[in-house]
């Protein structure tokens, strides 16, 4: 990964490993793309208001009140309001069937004035998630969970992606970190993470290599990384001394303590591009949301 | 690669590169495997047909009159014959459009006397070949070529296989071949071999790494892999030298002259296990086709 990772077209381009005077990584700022992106979508959702006298609209569905779940679906909320994007906002109690939950979903898919559904998950353990997510039409799967979704994007078809494997492409593109020929490695095989990530590289023609918790020698194959995608909800699993000089790392993993699963300390000093933890691959996810909502709402309204 | 790889349970244990006195690898028969699973196959379609008065029915469809398609089709009907199972055939001239070609299917799909749809491919280049095989309904899709089947592989769902990456698992686990922690590495990325077959020994916790025409050093890729799922259909590309000591080799590859994708010759010198070339996985690819029938004609039954 020694080629061209540069901000803009329009910024020279500069070997990644000494993209920083201090030989530290470069920061890829997902906060300032998002923002970036959270803009043209506000400008496109007002285009799309006044045109057709309706604002996009996303239905965010909670079941029960994880606090985590709560402050995610009340982020995605605000963000939703300052984007000019309505929000119809379905509370069910944590004792709610599949089946009513399924009942909830079938019946905001026939809504013509919902444009995308959002179901916050992790659910309670008694609801059967996929069944949950299936009910999710097509149209409106603007968080990219169903089946179709997962699909399309293995197969490079046309769909609304997975929001964190969406916007993590999204933050390579923006610092042209170009996959093709190199080789990915992606920890974590989640349906709505790991799985489809690693498709949109391989999409992107990368060699891709998904790890896991029973991969026999973990270290090994992120040394090899040119792209490093951490995926798994291990607090800094991944360490500054695997990390390959000048690779691009990028870290969407989640944690208790604002901590990744990659030791930022440590890999910054490696790495030649590395998301932080908060600010990088975060705020790219509700970007992708929005974006997609408002996406789904122009084709509607072109039918 | 050096555990336990055995003809059956009750063989003895045996390390995989001194499988054979002369250090060769031991061949997979998926000839004599085959025949295994469809002699079970003819008696559950027997015992079907006694109970229901019907037997299990495939529809094989065929667009124009390429000579392998025509060969490959012919096959399947044959094996049908032997194993019990009815089947239609449907010969559509080389010009069908996709919209005739749907309407076909869609009226396969509907028809209750037909239990499995085989849509052999590929066909010509003016028909979308996607929404040929969307028009199968999930019950049917023995042949696994839909993206509703790709998705059951990908996540652990119940679904049918795509045809050859189920035979290619059957043919590991008769030889005992676990691929919970090995480093596998699937060549090609098809929609029907490649990408399937790569997800489920990713369910079967392996390391998955995919290589493609894209992938920039092939041999290093493939000198790590404890398995390698060659699919990309180019005569030899694999040589032995590239083969670790003792892994197990799997040829899925179709190539004029009886060629597979690996150098047999080289390989089977290196390998603890390998496909021979013919005689490995296609005659696994029929014998899951039939088996996936007369389930999906067992399953009506029971509707």
Do not use: W
Not at 167 to 191: E, H
Not at 193 to 215: I, Q
Request: charged share 20%.
């Amino acid at each position: 990964m020694t080629q061209a990772h540069q901000l803009s077209p329009s910024s020279p381009a500069s070997s990644a490993s000494s993209a920083s005077p201090t030989g530290r990584a470069r920061l890829m700022d997902g906060t300032g793309l998002a923002r970036r992106i959270l803009a043209e979508t506000a400008l496109r959702a007002a285009a799309l208001t006044a045109r057709t006298g309706t604002a996009p609209c996303l239905a965010t569905v909670l079941v029960g009140a994880d606090p985590a779940s709560v402050t995610y679906v009340r982020m995605k909320r605000n963000r939703c309001r300052e984007a000019g994007i309505a929000s119809r906002q379905v509370e069910l109690p944590a004792g709610t069937t599949t089946a009513e939950l399924v009942r909830t979903l079938t019946e905001l898919s026939d809504d013509p004035g919902v444009h995308g559904i959002l179901l916050q998950h992790p659910m309670g353990e008694h609801i059967d998630e996929r069944a949950a997510f299936e009910a999710i039409v097509p149209e409106k799967d603007v968080d990219g969970v169903t089946l179709g979704s997962y699909s399309a994007m293995s197969f490079g078809l046309p769909g609304f992606q997975s929001c964190t494997p969406g916007g993590i492409m999204r933050l390579l593109d923006a610092y042209d970190v170009d996959p093709a020929g190199r080789r990915a490695v992606v920890v974590g095989r989640s349906a709505i993470l790991g799985k489809p990530v690693g498709m949109l590289l391989l999409g992107r023609d990368a060699t891709v290599t998904y790890c896991h918790s029973r991969t026999r020698d973990l270290s090994a194959e992120v040394r090899r990384a040119d792209i490093v995608v951490a995926a798994v909800g291990r607090p800094e699993l991944i360490r500054g001394e695997d990390i390959k000089p000048g690779a691009v790392v990028v870290d969407a993993g989640y944690n208790p303590g604002n901590v990744g699963d990659v030791h930022f300390d440590s890999a910054v000093e490696r790495a030649g591009l590395i998301t932080p933890v908060p600010g990088g691959v975060g705020p790219m996810t509700i970007a992708t949301l929005l974006e997609q909502t408002v996406t789904g709402a122009e084709r509607r309204s072109e039918r």
